[in-house]
């Protein structure tokens, strides 16, 4: 039986017309807190992700980070290389897990952060939602999962398919990374409909958007008010952010310089903010021509 035949597909579980993959309830995480880290393409959620998981690790946190993208790069600033993927290593192995040593798909970057790249089926092939129950499984089976208190999901761009919106089965908490531009705040707005659809039947929840990479928050936060939604943090356009991705480092590795010591401190209270526990938030997403009259210019 190949792996694609493995795959239970539930029809309309999150509504009419959904369709989405099925993860094995005994393969739920448990015992540590899960967030899942969304946002338009090319937004800056590796770069949250790693920092975000490089504070949890200075509080003194177990921490494992899953990258959920093909490009199998959200890790390679903790690790200073990219890392094989999940779906390859099996490969490998025929689909045989037996065959695997934890070594073989899990590296330790900065902090002590346990990392691992799920990576995904080539361009229009496949199914993501596939390769995240295979490594949540695979992890479950290594006991990777019994020493760890924050388990961070960065998933693929803005796909919320019922393929990439996996990883919503196994989090408590959502986190959407946007910018204070249109394109950026429209793909929230999608975001936010597809959690609020697999709250429905798991225990995700909205946590509250991290404006990233701008000057200004005024149109995050006019959208946030709009719709009943919470920015818990703002990550300013510094250079140093652009330098550490060039380094392959965290901000945490790098030299004092004031703006670092500041967005330092910024992803240590996001960290604390969801370690903490935040309230969890229902936003009514805008219609489409909704959200042109609300933030659209003449």
Request: some cysteine.
């Amino acid at each position: 039986m190949s792996p694609r035949d493995e795959i239970p597909i539930l029809k309309g579980q999150d509504g009419e017309g959904s369709v989405q993959v099925h993860q094995d309830p005994a393969n739920r995480i448990e015992g540590a807190k899960v967030f899942s880290v969304y946002g338009k393409g090319g937004i800056g959620k590796s770069t949250t992700s790693s920092n975000l998981s490089a504070a949890f690790a200075a509080m003194g946190k177990r921490v494992l980070q899953i990258g959920c993208d093909p490009k199998h790069d959200s890790t390679f600033t903790l690790t200073g290389r990219l890392q094989p993927t999940v779906i390859d290593i099996l490969k490998e192995v025929d689909f045989h897990p037996e065959e695997l040593r934890p070594e073989d798909f899990v590296a330790e970057g900065f902090g002590g952060v346990k990392c691992v790249e799920a990576g995904g089926p080539p361009a229009g092939t496949g199914c993501g939602g596939y390769v995240v129950g295979q490594t949540v499984k695979l992890l479950k089976q290594h006991h990777m999962l019994e020493d760890t208190d924050v388990v961070i999901f960065d998933v693929l761009g803005d796909v919320v398919c019922g393929g990439f919106a996996a990883p919503l089965q196994h989090a408590d908490r959502a986190v959407i990374v946007t910018a204070n531009d249109f394109d950026s705040i429209y793909a929230m707005n999608r975001i936010i409909a597809a959690v609020q659809a697999k709250s429905a039947n798991y225990k995700v929840r909205l946590a509250g958007c991290v404006a990233n990479r701008s000057k200004d928050t005024d149109e995050v936060d006019r959208y946030c008010r709009t719709v009943g939604f919470n920015r818990i943090a703002h990550m300013p356009d510094i250079d140093a952010i652009r330098r550490s991705r060039l380094k392959k480092k965290t901000l945490f590795e790098m030299d004092d310089e004031d703006d670092i010591v500041g967005a330092r401190a910024e992803y240590v209270r996001l960290a604390e903010t969801l370690w903490n526990g935040t309230e969890p938030l229902a936003p009514a997403p805008m219609e489409d021509r909704d959200i042109f009259e609300l933030l659209g210019f003449d």
